[in-house]
């Protein structure tokens, strides 16, 4: 009977040590030890009446007296804990249990909806624009956040969940078991009260022919049931001990279990806040370190342009310099030549009222007359040779406008790139004021060869050099036809 005890108290008491690899698990812990508790307690006093009912039917043999005939001993009979009992226990624990995933269901579903909701704000968020990119960022991160939060309830309920159908398996398997052991306790109290009934008609028969060695047998008997009854109690005194140190021991259990999920909870807790704020700092030096780079190639490549622009630039204004010291130098000729032509028109004019003059001296002055003449073809050689250096100088003059002109536009086109690398923002309205200014000095027009503006004083300088050209050209035919004139009127003189 002490094997059919401990079998029936084993399995509970295996079934009592937590599982504390779940620290959150704490209300699913406390059911199953009430459920374990009430268990053990209801099987507790069930064993213990079988073990007194088999030891009462053993004592309860017959101990013939010489008047009455056998004594037959009384005792109270307990109601012991019925299956369907334990059936209906263990069918509230599972309803229990499946209340619990129905409420961890609606959990879900309440999530999702919080989760609808939220992706709605982001996207109306998005819709909306302007300022709206850090909002939307502070959303990402309470998302992710929240996200990592579900992540892991999720598995703790799929946690809780697997416990809870071992808890379900192991109930069944308990109630298997107890079934069982009822049917044993059945099958061996049927036994016993065949074996009494045998003994009862063996006591019959032999109770008249040994009555003597009966009595001796029986009060050595009853001294051995006396016996027993007496271990039986010191047994189950030890026994009500050891169950009341058990229960110290589950409770001073209990609180430390407690404590140690309190601690754990903390300290996941603190570990949770620094993982964030890890993350939340590996994310921003992440966006800082691209952002830096960003730049830095930004940087670099306007370095290369701004270099490349200012030797450009450099370039042009010494091209632009020399083709400027020319352009003096030309003007400088220029004005030289306009000075010649002067002189030579006063001297034109000398010369052609002393011809006047000297027509009526003519043969006085015949060989100053021819003097002045060849000094006049020289000096019209030598206007016909300024003539053809004033003409390439125009020409290499007007190549050098369109030149400047060119090099103003390339200028202006390399400034407003520049202007829109610094400012991207303001180049269209400074590219658009450029455009404007090139169309009003240019008239309107790209083309680099038609200038209005300044064009008008170098045409004046051609209308005068052509003018002074043509009565440099004029001049000495006139002079010729002087000279024969003057030939003529000495050969009729």
Request: charged share 35%.
């Given at each position: 009977m002490s094997s059919v005890h401990s079998s029936s108290c084993g399995p509970s008491t295996e079934l009592v040590q937590p599982n504390t690899s779940h620290p959150h698990s704490k209300n699913q812990v406390n059911a199953k030890r009430n459920f374990l508790n009430e268990q053990h307690q209801h099987q507790q006093p069930t064993a213990t009446t079988a073990a007194t009912t088999t030891h009462a039917n053993l004592s309860t043999k017959p101990s013939p007296s010489p008047a009455n005939g056998p004594v037959r001993t009384s005792k109270k009979q307990q109601k012991p804990l019925t299956p369907e009992e334990i059936q209906q226990l263990l069918q509230s624990k599972i309803g229990q249990l499946d209340a619990e995933q129905h409420l961890e269901q609606e959990e879900e579903k309440e999530m999702a909806k919080a989760i609808k909701s939220a992706s709605k704000e982001i996207h109306q968020l998005i819709t909306e624009g302007g300022a709206g990119s850090d909002a939307i960022h502070q959303k990402y991160m309470d998302l992710f956040q929240d996200y990592k939060k579900l992540e892991r309830n999720l598995a703790k309920l799929k946690r809780k969940y697997e416990q809870a159908n071992k808890d379900k398996d192991?109930?069944?398997?308990?109630?298997?078991?107890?079934?069982?052991?009822?049917?044993?306790?059945?099958?061996?109290?049927?036994?016993?009260?065949?074996?009494?009934?045998?003994?009862?008609?063996?006591?019959?028969?032999?109770?008249?022919?040994?009555q003597a060695k009966r009595e001796e047998l029986t009060s050595k008997f009853e001294t051995t049931i006396w016996e027993i009854k007496s271990?039986?109690?010191?047994?189950?005194?030890?026994?009500?001990?050891?169950?009341?140190?058990t229960e110290l021991l589950k409770d001073k259990f209990a609180t430390f279990i407690e404590q140690y999920e309190i601690r754990e909870r903390h300290f996941q807790a603190v570990i949770k806040s620094r993982q964030l704020e890890l993350q939340l700092a590996e994310v921003k030096l992440e966006q800082q370190k691209h952002l830096l780079q960003q730049e830095?190639?930004?940087?670099?490549?306007?370095?290369?342009?701004?270099?490349?622009?200012?030797?450009?630039?450099?370039?042009?204004?010494?091209?632009?310099?020399?083709?400027?010291?020319?352009?003096?130098?030309?003007?400088?000729?220029?004005?030289k030549s306009n000075?010649?032509?002067?002189?030579?028109?006063?001297?034109?004019?000398?010369?052609?009222?002393?011809?006047?003059?000297?027509?009526?001296?003519?043969?006085?002055?015949?060989?100053?007359?021819?003097?002045?003449?060849?000094?006049?073809?020289?000096?019209?050689?030598?206007?016909?040779?300024?003539?053809?250096?004033?003409?390439?100088?125009?020409?290499?003059?007007?190549?050098?406008?369109?030149?400047?002109?060119?090099?103003?536009?390339?200028?202006?086109?390399?400034?407003?790139?520049?202007?829109?690398?610094?400012?991207?923002?303001?180049?269209?309205?400074?590219?658009?004021?450029?455009?404007?200014?090139?169309?009003?000095?240019?008239?309107?027009?790209?083309?680099?060869?038609?200038?209005?503006?300044?064009?008008?004083p170098n045409n004046h300088c051609n209308n005068d050099t052509?003018?002074?050209?043509?009565?440099?050209?004029?001049?000495?035919?006139?002079?010729?036809?002087?000279?024969?004139?003057d030939s003529g009127g000495g050969q009729n003189s």
């Open positions: 192991s109930g069944k398997s308990e109630l298997s078991k107890v079934t069982g052991q009822k049917q044993k306790i059945e099958t061996l109290c049927r036994q016993l009260q065949q074996e009494n009934k045998r003994i009862k008609e063996e006591s019959k028969r032999l109770s008249h022919t040994e271990k039986m109690e010191e047994d189950n005194e030890e026994k009500r001990r050891r169950f009341e140190d830095e190639l930004k940087v670099d490549s306007m370095k290369a342009q701004l270099a490349s622009f200012i030797k450009t630039e450099a370039e042009l204004r010494q091209q632009l310099n020399t083709y400027v010291d020319k352009f003096k130098q030309v003007e400088d000729t220029l004005t000075e010649l032509f002067a002189k030579f028109r006063s001297e034109m004019q000398q010369m052609t009222k002393k011809t006047q003059k000297l027509e009526k001296e003519h043969a006085t002055v015949q060989a100053k007359c021819d003097r002045s003449s060849r000094s006049l073809i020289e000096m019209a050689e030598t206007v016909q040779k300024s003539q053809k250096s004033l003409e390439s100088s125009v020409a290499s003059k007007q190549k050098l406008e369109n030149l400047c002109r060119a090099l103003q536009v390339e200028r202006n086109n390399l400034r407003a790139r520049l202007f829109k690398y610094e400012n991207p923002d303001e180049s269209g309205i400074e590219h658009t004021k450029d455009s404007e200014l090139t169309d009003i000095m240019y008239g309107g027009s790209n083309n680099t060869s038609t200038v209005s503006i300044p064009a008008a052509s003018s002074s050209s043509s009565s440099g050209r004029t001049s000495p035919t006139t002079g010729r036809d002087e000279e024969k004139g």
